[in-house]
């Protein structure tokens, strides 16, 4: 609370209003420090949810869901997974899913359609409707493109929320902030500073549009607690006590400056370009992913040798990457995330796996 904690309110405010300006999003913004993006996507859907049954004549807060109008929830098929974790905690099931591109970006045209048919036992128009758009693709880092989806949307009424966990901070890069192009448009936006931005774990960060909205889904009063007119840290999100999360995105941000934030942004996208170009010259090897910011994505031939070339890379322990599966196939998954990474750190893990590899070619 901002009687109690005056300093780290202070630092809170501060903090939210650098990163609104790094990312480039409306300056009046709400931000609430979450412990992770999955629920400071569940704090910004929140804020969606209950305004766009707001708008349908219907209060959650007053008489919960049951017995309310439907809500329609559009999102990409490739979104993360933490969306439908956050979705399941809101009570709003899964979403109805839009075609993706080969990339993972969702199909503007798809969703026009999607938006354009029926929602479920209401009439087009009167649907209180939540659509999800994705700033960073896990497996290709790929972004959805926000003029086009973002346009459909507001046609139909909806709420545009998007998850931008690590890819939103492309916006604090000159050389990538064009990936990020017209996601300020939307209504909310959800990211983690202890993903691109690197300070310790539990910091996610819940961005809504409309300070209203957000708070009037997460505020809360008590006679013991002292509201200030200003409104509090505690209106932003889920929990009452919690550790001052805003100190360390402060300390990174002050330390690093804005040109700090872009300078690392570039250079984990550029690891990303160097294990992309090293994997790619491998004998057998392919990447599948149109490198646009840190994540890389190969394959070894077929599945199966893609599974023995991690499991040799992994047991000889000179680095750790997993794997994963991307659109059917077994992939060598590669997030550029550390600030500590260096060319020789990728150098030496471009070995380990050129070793991996040859170890697993048959004779
Ligand atoms: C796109 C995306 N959304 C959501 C999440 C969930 O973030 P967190 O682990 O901070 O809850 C992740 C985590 O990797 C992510 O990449």
Redesign the pocket.
């Known amino acids: 609370m901002r009687a109690v904690s005056p300093a780290y309110t202070a630092v809170e405010e501060i903090a939210g209003a650098w990163l609104l300006d790094l990312l480039g999003l409306p300056p009046d913004s709400a931000v609430g420090f979450t412990t992770?993006?999955?629920?400071a996507?569940f704090t910004c859907l929140a804020a969606g949810r209950d305004t766009v049954l707001r708008r349908a004549g219907w209060s959650v807060a007053h008489d919960g869901l049951a017995g309310g109008p439907p809500v329609r929830v559009i999102a990409g098929q490739d979104r993360?997974m933490?969306i439908d974790l956050a979705l399941r905690y809101l009570g709003l099931g899964r979403p109805e899913l839009v075609e993706a591109d080969a990339q993972g970006r969702i199909d503007a045209e798809a969703l026009r359609h999607t938006l354009a048919a029926r929602g479920p036992g209401v009439g087009p128009g009167s649907v209180p409707t939540i659509v999800i758009l994705?700033a960073?693709d896990?497996h290709s880092g790929a972004f959805d493109p926000f003029p086009e989806t973002i346009r459909a949307a507001r046609e139909a009424d909806a709420w545009v929320h998007v998850?931008g966990?690590?890819?939103l901070w492309a916006a604090a890069s000159p050389t990538h902030a064009h990936l990020t192009d017209g996601c300020a448009r939307a209504d909310s936006w959800a990211t983690?500073a202890?993903?691109t931005l690197n300070v310790p774990y539990d910091c996610?960060l819940a961005v809504v549009g409309d300070p209203a909205a957000l708070r009037s889904a997460m505020g809360l009063q008590g006679d013991y607690l002292i509201q200030h007119e200003h409104g509090d840290p505690i209106d932003k999100v889920p929990e009452l006590s919690r550790r001052g999360r805003a100190f360390t995105v402060w300390a990174a941000l002050r330390s690093l400056g804005r040109a700090g934030v872009a300078d690392l942004v570039d250079r984990l996208c550029r690891h990303a370009r160097a294990f992309a170009t090293g994997i790619d010259a491998i004998d057998g090897a392919t990447v599948l992913n149109d490198v646009v910011f840190t994540q890389v994505c190969a394959e070894f031939g077929d599945d199966e040798r893609t599974d023995r070339v991690l499991a040799r890379l992994l047991d000889e322990g000179a680095a750790w990457i997993s794997g994963s599966t991307w659109h059917g196939r077994r992939v060598m998954r590669i997030s550029v995330s550390n600030w500590s990474t260096t060319d020789e750190d990728v150098s030496h893990t471009l070995d380990a796996i050129r070793r991996a590899s040859s170890r697993t070619i048959r004779p």
């Open positions: 992770g993006a999955t629920m996507n993360h933490a994705q960073g896990i998850d966990a690590f890819g983690d202890h993903k996610g």
